[in-house]
Structures are given as structure tokens and as C-alpha cells.
């Protein structure tokens, strides 16, 4: 029989681990969605996050953007690798939740309004 570690192991048998793999993997989804909508809507609007205006205004916005969408997919990763994983399980869902509510809607909103009369 073959012995199974880490990732392998919590897939198979319905543990924990594997949702907090989903949620991650779903939580970077969203950044990139993230990152890729605003570097699209700023051709037509502002951004509206004030520190990532003012850093896109010293950076240039594509540094901006890669900056805090790095740091975001850092903070999930040590989220992902945490021993404590009802609090990640946690974490990510509300992550997700939030990023769902605070960007994917809104952006989908705006871009569909670009192409409805």
C-alpha cells in the first residue's frame, strides 16, 4: 500500500486540510481576479482603496498592484502552512467572503455596465 503525506493525505480522506486547500487555492482565484479587474478598470475609474491610490501614485500602478497582491498571496500562504487550522479555516472563508463581496461583485458590476446600454 502506498503511504500518502501531507496534501495527499488530507485529500483523500476528507480532513480539514483539504478544505483550507481549497480555500487558499479559491483566495488566490480572487487576488488574481482582483489585480487583473483593477489594472482593467483604472483605463475607466479611480482606485478606490486610498493606500493602494497613494502607492500607485509613488510606485506607478502595475508595482503598486503586484506589491499588494504578492503581499495578500503571502498572507495566504502562511495562512495555508498554519498548524492551527480551524483558525485558517476561518480566516479564509472570511477572506473569500470579503473579496467576493468587497471586489469580485463590484468589479462585475462595473464591467458589465461598460457593456450594457
Not at 43 to 49: F, I, P, R
Not at 58 to 74: D, R, S, T, Y
Request: aromatic share 8%; charged share 15%; net charge positive.
Amino acid at each position: 500500500m502506498e503511504r500518502r503525506h501531507g496534501i495527499a493525505l488530507a485529500l483523500d480522506r476528507g480532513m480539514p486540510g483539504r478544505q483550507v486547500h481549497e480555500l487558499f487555492l479559491l483566495n488566490v482565484v480572487l487576488q488574481l481576479f482582483d489585480g487583473v479587474a483593477t489594472r482593467q478598470g483604472l483605463v475607466c475609474w479611480n482606485e478606490g482603496n486610498p493606500l493602494l491610490r497613494a502607492s500607485m501614485a509613488v510606485l506607478g500602478p502595475e508595482q503598486a498592484l503586484l506589491l499588494f497582491k504578492a503581499n495578500a498571496c503571502a498572507c495566504l500562504v502562511l495562512l495555508r502552512r498554519s498548524s492551527a487550522t480551524q483558525l485558517a479555516l476561518v480566516s479564509l472563508r472570511v477572506a473569500a467572503a470579503l473579496y467576493f463581496v468587497l471586489s469580485f461583485v463590484p468589479w462585475t458590476r462595473r464591467f458589465l455596465s461598460l457593456a450594457l446600454p
